[in-house]
């Protein structure tokens, strides 16, 4: 292969894997869809107040950091059942998928905390959802979507056996 073929191979390259991974989201464009997606807004440039389907979301954008979060509260600590929190833990791990439980001065949250400039709108997007579903199932699924990763073999050994039916 010729340099001039090495220099062009590298250019496609480069530019194509840059396209892949520098996706440019930043406080404009996030703004953008969170006016969209919103039923209401208020804030700004890095703090933007919302609600999504009637519930109260709020997020928060650090450009100089490059982090960005959604987060949803969700319930008060001193108002949780005995295993919620329990339940929480185990549905970050099973059914919460890209979001998380979390505890923060006695408010249980529901969060999405990703990379901001690396964020595509559809991630955005996804993340609303994400965060919405989590907090409305708070109490008894705790699920973001309908993925759940496989149960322990521990749950499916208490599951009860499917019965024949006659």
């Not at 480069?14 to 996030?30: D, I, K, Y």
Request: glycine fraction near 6%; aromatic fraction near 10%; charge should be negative.
């Amino acid at each position: 292969m010729n340099s001039r073929k090495v220099s062009a191979f590298f250019l496609l390259t480069f530019g194509v894997l840059t396209s892949l991974f520098a996706q440019g989201m930043n406080n404009e464009n996030l703004g953008k869809i969170l006016y969209t997606v919103s039923d209401s807004i208020s804030g700004g440039a890095g703090q933007w107040y919302f609600t999504a389907g009637g519930r109260e979301m709020l997020c928060i954008t650090d450009e100089n950091a490059n982090r960005m979060r959604i987060i949803s509260p969700v319930a008060m600590e001193e108002d949780l059942e005995p295993d919620q929190l329990k339940a929480c833990m185990e549905a970050n791990f099973h059914s919460a998928l890209d979001v998380r439980y979390a505890l923060s001065e006695g408010t249980v949250w529901v969060a999405y905390i990703h990379p901001l400039q690396e964020l595509t709108k559809q991630q955005a997007i996804d993340a609303i959802t994400q965060v919405f579903n989590a907090a409305e199932t708070f109490g008894s699924t705790y699920n973001s979507t309908h993925l759940v990763f496989p149960k322990t073999e521990k749950e499916r050994e208490e599951e009860p056996l499917p019965t024949k039916k006659s």
